[in-house]
Nanobody
Framework: QIQFLESGGGSVQAGGSLTLSCVASGRAFSTYYMAWVRQAPGREREIVATITTVSGSTFYADFAKGRFTISRDNAKNIVYLKMDHLKPDDTAVYYC????????????????WGQGTQVTVSS
């Protein structure tokens, strides 16, 4: 069974940048479709970005387009989320999540989850 561990969260001022990392342990990371998902207080989890297995095709939520970049390194079992021009509305717990067989744009469709990392953006 695969497990994910996120890191890289923290506190930053508006306009700043953070890069989140998610390291996978277990087998066959390259067969997992990956996503970054966030959850702000009092809100449901929402997809931030997704990436396919080998080709690395990506999808971004509208709020992430032009500011965030998802990437993966299958040799290192890592998926990244680079976040630039951060806004206070980006404050949330960020999770990496994975699923097999197909990419999805709904957070609840992902079956494997990390524990999350907190991102706080101050104005």
């Amino acid at each position: 069974q695969i497990q994910f561990l996120e890191s890289g969260g923290g506190s930053v001022q508006a306009g700043g940048s953070l890069t989140l990392s998610c390291v996978a342990s277990g087998r066959a990371f390259s067969t997992y479709y990956m996503a970054w998902v966030r959850q702000a207080p009092g809100r449901e989890r929402e997809i931030v970005a997704t990436i396919t297995t080998v080709s690395g095709s990506t999808f971004y939520a509208d709020f992430a387009k032009g500011r965030f970049t998802i990437s993966r390194d299958n040799a290192k079992n890592i998926v990244y989320l680079k976040m630039d021009h951060l806004k206070p509305d980006d404050t949330a717990v960020y999770y990496c999540a994975g699923r097999k067989f197909a990419s999805r744009r709904v957070a609840s469709d992902y079956t494997e989850w990390g524990q999350g990392t907190q991102v706080t953006v101050s104005s």
